[in-house]
């Protein structure tokens, strides 16, 4: 049955819904068509004849809405979708999914772009609903793939897709986008059509538009929304059959590098996800799973479409190829868990290998995990997996019987070893239970361990506030301990049953331990309520805390939790702060010193403070601090930052001194004379001389003028700082203190190569015959970008240089580095290390690329290498004062094998570069004499300073730092 408009009442856009998910599902896709700011719209339902029911509703839906919704009954055998594209009038046409919803405006965006570009395809973005559990980002209620909003982030037009190349990549085309009609024609060619079966030819459909339009148009709107969330293994067979496919049918229409990318893709979006799933399946399904799904990867494990992956996957791949379920299932819970080891990992012939019997030489090799660096790490610093074997109810405890892989090179002694298990709640972290373990051993590759758990009798719940309890395994062996979770599996612990509780408050708070597994597959044991009694009590209590009184108290208790939590926000401090603290009388001799932002106890803010203490000047120093005070003076007052004894101490404070700014919020008082040392010269563009804020508005460039204009002093170091920094930030020429940087006197005293190595070099255990490499490269982040990538591969130059060298990495003090495990002693990081001008005397040669540091450096006279693989980018995209290949101060190199090469010949290369770096010296540091420190002071503090300087007394004391980890 068909109801056709009248031709002059054409539509602009035909959505094709397949009536096949049954009524409810096809009156939402049907409502979300009526529903369109577009009234050209009409809905196709495309019936299969099988359900009366969606029959009836097909033609309910067509009667109510003559004109807008066509009831149209597919053919036996036919394909739903091409059936409706067949009965389609509208100029363009998309498709619904089973409840899939279009966005109130999805049409209107579609044909504008359609309209506007002329393009064949138009492609918006989609949400669907999240997996059970599933973290979506705050105020999100449905999930969208990752890689979705990078394609997707302007309206564009391509006419190739290799300019968009996720487009065909990654399932983007399976809905949220619409195709021209007449694409679709039976006698078009080429005709883009469902050729095969749902889903595979679903999911084959929008590759198959992609190629055959002439150009694609992607906007950033919202086109589709609650498409049917993903069942990674149930869906695993058809999708990657469709990537294979879509891999194929890309390389026969030219698109060689799009098809490998597909394969790729296929690994990461579908097989790996698959992987995940076989954690919450029983031993039977993982089984039948892993069956299904190794003979469709035969032919996709090439070495290009390992060789991106993490080791781990590559290994959860190979050995999911192999039908190996329990073997994927832990390579999947490594993924999970990153840095966990889940295989007896053996070594040969100098390679680590995911287990014993895969012994080939080279790293191409799937189950090769060498690069992990396990083999370099101690036992204590291993997160062995700790698998429950066994877990059941014996003479009413709790009986435990477990499994901990144990690599060949863990505890090659075998020395004698111990455990106990410990039961720590879950939300009070300090109260914990330990209780013995009845028996641990050395068995083939691992530990085995026994243990009985009085649970009844021992586990002292109150019975509030303590109902989950999370056990793990202390193990002691050869004077190393460390603490692994338990990992296990529903049906592995459904034989414990229950037990019976017994908590401080009395039984009707819980009658009942119930050992259980976690979301992440470890067990966990939970008071519960089983009894009548408890039962009772619990519906009683929870009548008591939701009926309406209830729930509008706990309204009320909230609401006033958020107004504290205001109270105490940065807005109102400042607003306190501006309003009545500035009214504060002056402390006399009062500093207050920030050295980047309250991260660290160093920079020039240090040195004048140790000069001014050393003269023994009659200040009262204060120091803020971001998080810890760990490593700050101890003979100054220390405030957090932001805190209340924080915003006095500005308030009330005859001098400020920092070294990149005091929060922009807080105006400078009358009576404060504030000296900003900055935090080094100028490579890249600064100030106002930033595109970034040429492109603000002018209240946002105004709060950056009104907080410089607040300093009195700025140090400079050479006429470049001038010239620079003082115009980009529009100081007046008069507050520029041409003094040098206090920080950079201790590398002026350490330019004599016969000096020895700082204490720093002991500390690290650093032997005299290694030459010292410190890599410091430059922040390339943004607001709220923390985690880097470092351009290096650390691994790498381990392997090569490690017994020669030593390598200190120091990331930028903005962002933080994950660095992977070395070869011990090769490899220290150095991030947390306040005072970087020890790290520089510390260096005997520098690996640094555009940072300022390099302008430090150069004051040492010692070898200065530019690692900088992105300069032309990022130069490009940050601007830059001059052209750093032609004025640097030592090798400009772009690749890792360059820099090696200068490293491994460094004696030959470096004179010709003494010349170079003395004239970077002199151009960017011509004021580093030596005696900033003491001109700083005698210039800011000279109401303070006597006539006759007294000797120096000791080093500054200071509280006691954090260990500097390698």
Known sequence: ???????????????????????????????????????????????????????????????????????????????????????????????????????????????????????????GTWTRLPTPGEKLPRGAEQAEPAWQRPLHTRTRTV??????????????????????????????????????????????????????????????????????????????????????????LLARHGHPGLAAARERALLTDHVLPCAAALLSMGREERARTA?????LLAGHLGADALAPLDPVARACLRLLADGDADGARDAAYALANPGTVVSPVVEHAGRVHWRPGTGQDTGADPLDITELGLQYRPFSHLNLLNTVTRATRSQGRLLLVGRIVLPAHALPDRPEVTATLVLTCRDQPGRALTLPVDDIRYAKDALVWRACADLTRLLGA???????????????????????????????????????????????????????????????????????????????????????????????????????????????????????????????GQVVYEAHMGKQYGDSPRAIHEEAMARGLPLRPVWSYAEKPDGFPADARLVRRWSWPYLVALARAQYWVDNQGF?????????????????????????????????????????????????????????????????????????????????????????????????????????DDRTVVLYAPTFRGGPGHKDAELPLDIRRFAEEFGSTHVLLVRSHYMERAALPATAPGTVHDVSGHHDVSELLALADVLVTDYSSIMFDYALLDRPLIHFAPDLDAYTAERGSYFDLRERAGGPVVDTQDALHEVLAHLDEVDPHWKAARARFAEEFGAYDTGGAAAAVVDTLFAAHTPRRRPKPCPASRRRPAERTGS
């Open 291 to 295: 069956a299904q799904v190794a003979p």
């Open 462 to 588: 109150r019975g509030v506030g303590d109902r989950v309890w999370d056990p793990a395994l202390t193990v002691t062996a050869g004077g190393e301990t460390l603490t692994t979770p338990l990992f296990a599996e529903p049906e592995t612990v459904k034989p414990a049953g229950a037990l019976r509780a017994r908590p401080h408050l009395g039984r009707l708070t819980g009658d009942t331990w119930q050992p259980y597994v976690t979301a992440h597959h470890r067990l966990a044991v939970c008071l519960l309520a089983r009894r009548r009694p408890a039962r009772l009590a619990e519906k009683l209590l929870h009548y008591a805390t939701h009926f309406r009184p209830a729930r509008a108290l706990r309204r009320r208790l909230a609401a006033v939790a958020a107004r504290r939590k205001r109270l105490a926000g940065q807005a109102v401090k400042a607003r306190v702060y501006r309003t009545l603290l500035l009214r504060l009388p002056v402390r006399k």
């Open 1 to 123: 049955m068909t109801t056709e408009p009248h031709p002059a009442d054409a539509p602009d856009l035909s959505v094709v819904v397949p009536a096949d998910a049954g009524p409810e599902a096809l009156g939402a896709c049907a409502a979300s068509v009526l529903e369109q700011t577009l009234r050209h719209t009409e809905a196709v339902l495309v019936d299969p004849g099988r359900d009366s029911a969606t029959t009836r509703a097909c033609a309910a839906l067509a009667a109510r809405h003559p004109g807008r919704v066509r009831h149209v009954t597919a053919a036996r055998g036919a394909d739903l979708r091409d059936t409706g594209a067949d009965h389609a009038r509208g100029t363009w046409v998309t498709f619904l999914g089973p409840g899939e919803r279009l966005q109130k405006d999805a049409g209107r965006n579609l044909l504008a772009a359609a309209l506007d570009t002329g393009a064949d395809l138009v492609a």
């Open 663 to 767: 929060p922009h919020a807080l105006d400078k008082p009358r009576h404060t004379t504030y000296l900003q040392t900055w935090h080094g010269s100028a490579y890249k563009r600064m100030g106002f001389d930033e595109a970034r804020v040429k492109t603000q508005n002018d209240p946002q460039r105004r709060r950056l003028q009104r907080a410089v204009d607040r300093f009195d002093h700025f140090l400079i170091r050479a006429p470049h700082d001038a010239d620079t920094l003082g115009r980009a930030y529009r100081l007046d020429p008069d507050k520029l203190l041409p003094t040098g940087y206090p920080r950079n006197d201790r590398l002026v005293a350490a330019r004599d190569q016969h000096a020895p190595r700082p204490p720093l070099a002991e500390a690290l255990s650093i032997p």
């Open 159 to 248: 006419g190739s897709l290799t300019d968009a190349p996720d487009l065909v990549v990654h399932d983007s085309l399976v809905t949220g986008f619409c195709v021209r009609r007449s694409l679709l024609a039976p006698d078009a060619r080429p005709a883009v059509r469902h050729e095969e079966p749902p889903p595979v030819g679903d999911l084959l459909f929008g590759v198959r538009a992609a190629l055959a339009a002439r150009t694609v148009t992607l906007i950033p709107n919202t086109i589709t929304t609650h498409r049917a969330a993903p069942a990674p293994a149930a869906d695993a067979p058809a999708r990657i059959t469709a990537a294979a496919r879509a891999a194929r």
